[in-house]
């Protein structure tokens, strides 16, 4: 099964830029998608493959080339401390699978 | 605007059957070409894609739960279902139901809150 790899955890300081990696074999050929989580909270879809859902910051952007999607945020607020996830839907065998989460401390 | 709302029992005794159900607010199950899912969260962990269903009833499972997992439509209602069978404590998470994927776009969006169930005797 395909199998996505995050990195723990990420911490930037505010102002600066947050990289958030996603790992997986040939990930540039598939559809990346990231998800936000604030404790207590269900996920918010915060880029879907190619965009920003509408009311997004424009400071949230996604990048994907060989085996690593990024999920980029810039000018890191503390509000953007929280989980994040990558995920895709593999079309061939209908499944879907999520990263395991990198968890965003903003110093 | 979409919402999505879980309901079912907060406690489920080992070896039972897990029930809930997603009621849909805002929009039809039956349009616009979307999956309707169940995802669970173990306390203090990742997401685990449990499966999707279409309005039609076509579904597709996580492979590690397959054996146990059925997931219904209720067009009528507007609502979608999960039952989890044999549960045991390693079952006890948070589950919420979501809107997707739909073909070409192969996100979850929205969410619902999310609903504890625990495992315990």
């Known amino acids: 099964s395909y199998v996505l790899t995050q990195p723990p955890s990420v911490s930037v300081a505010p102002g600066q830029t947050a990289r958030i990696t996603c790992g997986g074999d040939?990930?540039?050929?598939?559809?990346v998608h990231w998800y936000q989580q604030k404790p207590g909270q269900a996920p918010v879809l915060v880029y879907d493959?190619?965009d920003r859902p509408s009311g997004i910051p424009e400071r949230f952007s996604g990048s994907n080339s060989g085996n690593t999607a990024t999920l980029t945020i810039s000018r890191v607020e503390a509000g953007d401390e929280a989980d994040y996830y990558c995920?895709?839907?593999?079309?061939?065998?209908?499944?879907?699978?999520f990263g395991g989460g990198t968890k965003l401390t903003v110093l | 605007q979409v919402q999505l709302q879980e309901s079912g029992p907060g406690l489920v005794k080992p070896s039972q059957t897990l029930s809930l159900i997603c009621t849909v607010f805002g929009g039809s199950i039956s349009s616009d070409g979307y999956y309707w899912s169940w995802i669970r969260q173990h306390p203090g962990k990742g997401l685990e894609w449990i499966g999707y269903i279409y309005y039609s009833g076509s579904t597709y499972y996580n492979p590690s739960l397959k054996s146990r997992v059925t997931i219904s439509v209720d067009t009528s209602k507007r609502q979608f279902s999960l039952k989890l069978s044999s549960v045991t404590a390693a079952d006890t998470a948070v589950y919420y139901c979501?809107?997707?994927?739909?073909?070409?776009?192969?996100?979850?969006?929205?969410w619902g809150q999310g609903t504890l169930v625990t495992v315990s005797s």
């Open positions: 493959d190619n």
């Open positions: 040939n990930i540039g050929s598939k559809s």
């Open positions: 979501a809107r997707g994927p739909r073909p070409s776009q192969g996100w979850f969006d929205p």
């Open positions: 995920q895709v839907w593999d079309s061939s065998s209908d499944h879907v699978v």
